[in-house]
């Protein structure tokens, strides 16, 4: 999927609005008010207040390209000012502003970001007073990237008290201000991605001439900037001298494209499916539903998984006598890929196999057995039915299956293997995959946690989501075991250690991670390895994709949200308990979350706990029939 170009916009005044689109840029910024307004505040007596604005006060008629138009609200407004007048007479002008702009059809307005963190919360309360009085339009709330170097990430905590006093308010966003000389840590680079960044603001001060004399970015600043036009943000550029000067010089606009268009191509993932990122998914039931053909189709298109599972399947022929049959069985085998796996390698290794297929979905047999006629010239054997009642009479030497989820179990493949793996030749008989094992890792994302919220559903909170994570923050990046792994599954398995019910496929397990920057928890991020034969594996797991099955997207990783967002301080722990729970019906997960502040002298102060999540698994659980 291409990715959208970048809106390029400039400051510029009601007369120039025509130039400036038609020297390239997508949209402008355009004063509301003029500065006589502020003349006549400052002149009003304590008691009297704005009730409409004069003819000479206004600087923004609806026109033409009123789609084109962000307002900018006006400069003098201090919403967290010291001094109460100000404050209530800002809050006043803003919120007429903001009723003017959103009359004359604006979508969004520009205003001030706060000045004193003692005050931020009497400037979130101005925010969320002109919020509830407004429906349609957006407050974008400038921030810079970083204050000074005592505590980077003071300006994000203001942010972040701002947009939870506001209720995660969809229609606040940040407007990020990048400083000319700025060269913030990738930590808070990587911080405020997270966030509903609606507007990179960069002033025009930032462009030093290249050799050529046109206007170009820093090295630095190309990075940070090449890392957020993947949010697809509108770039203002401030400061520019527009208003004053009817016009101004489209190189800005021309180089900003131009560093749109030589960033190096996406990972593959977004090609194939960057319309899906942050897209909230509920995780498939393969064994209780019977798939739909397209999403069989959109398995397929992933090669890298077949190419994994066919050397796999290669390695453990090339393993056994040559002169032997080998009875491969695909058991799960959908519209048939892994069959054409098991058969290329047979070929490739030069064994001779006995080949059968077996599949529940009666839609997708159907598509097995055209297969068969058209394509393996009837010589695969079918079976149709579910794997944990086959019952034949032979044995099977290698069971190749793929019934992994997002986080490896959470679609039953335990459950199903357990129930087939009787029908394996008790001496040699393996299964692929052999072994898989789940991971996590704690996240900030504001936009994850808002889409559960948004839902509106009681169960919302108790289920995971699969989905192509974008807008997220690592809250451990520093921590050496920042992927901590949960629990694992081997095939086959133990057959002493199957009891009734379901219970040996119980897990638990407790993860701790350590965090040195502030954050807010809002949640888990899930991955897998598995390994299929030896040395040849899948992984989504972001530290050894690379290295196992590079440029594999047939998963992306599961969300595990929790329901209310928690405050993580600087040197913190976060801990998650997850407990995989079955009742030989069903199985479901269970999950909590702990913070501690780790002291000085290493002992734990406990910070807050959420709720069992999904408890009972009352809200969401996978069946096993
Ligand atoms: C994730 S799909 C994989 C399909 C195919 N093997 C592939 O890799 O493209 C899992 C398949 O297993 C089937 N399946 C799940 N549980 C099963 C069971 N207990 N018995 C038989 N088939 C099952 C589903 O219907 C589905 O076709």
């Known amino acids: 999927m291409a990715s959208k170009t970048p809106t390029v916009g400039i400051h510029s005044s009601k007369e120039a609005i025509y130039l400036s689109l038609q020297e390239g840029y997508d949209f402008v910024g355009v004063r509301l008010s003029t500065d006589a307004l502020k003349q006549r505040v400052e002149s009003l007596e304590p008691f009297e207040s704005v009730q409409e604005f004069f003819d000479s006060e206004i600087a923004y008629h609806p026109e033409e390209y009123v789609n084109k138009v962000v307002g900018l609200t006006s400069e003098w407004i201090e919403l967290d000012s010291n001094d109460a007048l100000i404050a209530q007479r800002s809050e006043e002008i803003l919120m007429k502003e903001v009723s003017f702009a959103s009359y004359c059809g604006l979508a969004s307005v520009l205003c001030n970001g706060p000045?004193?963190?003692?005050?931020?919360?009497?400037?979130?309360?101005?925010?969320?007073?002109?919020?509830?009085?407004?429906?349609?339009?957006?407050?974008?709330?400038?921030?810079?990237?970083?204050?000074?170097?005592?505590?980077?990430?003071?300006?994000?905590?203001?942010?972040?008290?701002?947009?939870?006093?506001?209720?995660?308010?969809?229609?606040?966003q940040v407007a990020l201000e990048l400083p000319p000389s700025c060269s913030p840590p990738i930590e808070l680079v990587n911080r405020w991605y997270a966030e509903p960044i609606g507007m990179i603001s960069l002033s025009c001060m930032a462009f030093v001439p290249n050799p050529t004399g046109y206007p170009v970015l820093s090295r630095k600043l190309r990075a940070i900037f090449s890392l957020y036009l993947r949010l697809n943000p509108k770039v203002f550029l401030r400061d520019s001298n527009v208003p004053d000067k009817i016009g101004e010089s489209p190189d800005y606009s021309i180089y900003m494209k131009h560093l749109f268009d030589t960033q190096p191509p996406a990972p593959l993932v977004e090609e194939f499916a960057g319309g899906y990122k942050d897209y909230l998914q509920i995780p498939l039931q393969p064994l209780s539903h019977n798939l739909e053909n397209i999403t069989y189709e959109i398995f397929e298109r992933d090669p890298v998984k077949y190419a994994q599972y066919e050397q796999a399947i290669f390695a453990a022929l090339n393993d056994r006598d040559a002169n032997s049959v080998t009875r491969i069985a695909v058991v799960g085998a959908g519209r048939g890929p892994l069959v054409d796996c098991a058969l290329r390698a047979a070929?490739?290794?030069?064994?001779?196999?006995?080949?059968?297929?077996?599949?529940?979905?009666?839609?997708?047999?159907?598509?097995?057995?055209?297969?068969?006629?058209?394509?393996?010239?009837?010589?695969?054997?079918?079976?149709?039915?579910?794997?944990?009642?086959?019952?034949?009479?032979?044995?099977i030497d290698i069971?190749?299956?793929?019934?992994?989820?997002?986080?490896?179990?959470?679609?039953?493949?335990?459950?199903?293997?357990?129930?087939?793996?009787?029908?394996?030749?008790?001496?040699?008989?393996?299964?692929?995959?052999?072994?898989?094992?789940?991971?996590?890792?704690?996240?900030?994302?504001?936009?994850?946690?808002?889409e559960v919220r948004n839902m509106n559903d009681a169960s919302a909170f108790a289920r995971q989501y699969v989905v192509l994570m974008n807008s997220v923050d690592f809250l451990a990046p520093n921590d050496e075991f920042r992927f901590q792994p949960l629990w694992s599954f081997h095939h086959p398995n133990d057959e002493t250690k199957l009891f009734s019910k379901n219970q040996h496929n119980r897990r638990n397990a407790a993860v701790r991670f350590q965090a040195t920057n502030p954050g807010v928890l809002h949640g888990f991020a899930g991955y897998f390895e598995a390994t299929l034969y030896k040395n040849i594996s899948l992984s989504t797991l972001p530290t050894t994709m690379e290295e196992k099955s590079p440029d594999m997207f047939s998963w992306f990783p599961i969300y595990i949200p929790i329901e209310k967002p928690m405050y993580v301080p600087e040197n913190s722990q976060l801990q998650l308990h997850l407990w995989r729970m079955t009742d030989g019906a069903r199985v479901w997960f269970e999950w909590s979350a702990n913070t501690y502040l780790v002291l000085r002298n290493g002992s734990h102060i406990h910070l807050s706990s959420t709720d069992i999540h999904n408890a009972s698994g009352r809200g969401f659980s996978y069946l096993m029939n």
Do not use: H
């Not at 919020?131 to 000074?148: A, D, K, M, R, W």
């Not at 057995?369 to 044995?395: C, H, I, S």
């Open 399 to 450: 069971l190749v299956s793929e019934l992994l989820g997002s986080m490896a179990d959470n679609e039953l493949s335990p459950e199903c293997l357990d129930g087939v793996q009787r029908v394996l030749n008790p001496i040699t008989g393996i299964s692929i995959p052999s072994s898989y094992a789940s991971y996590i890792t704690p996240i900030m994302s504001p936009k994850l946690w808002s």
């Open 115 to 172: 000045k004193y963190a003692d005050n931020i919360t009497q400037y979130a309360r101005s925010c969320s007073t002109i919020l509830n009085s407004s429906y349609n339009i957006t407050l974008v709330l400038q921030f810079p990237i970083e204050y000074g170097q005592e505590d980077l990430f003071e300006s994000w905590k203001m942010w972040n008290i701002v947009r939870t006093s506001c209720k995660y308010n969809p229609r606040l």
């Open 347 to 395: 070929i490739s290794s030069a064994r001779t196999v006995d080949m059968i297929a077996l599949e529940k979905n009666p839609n997708a047999f159907a598509m097995l057995l055209l297969r068969n006629r058209q394509d393996w010239a009837g010589k695969v054997t079918l079976v149709f039915g579910d794997m944990r009642e086959w019952n034949p009479d032979y044995k």
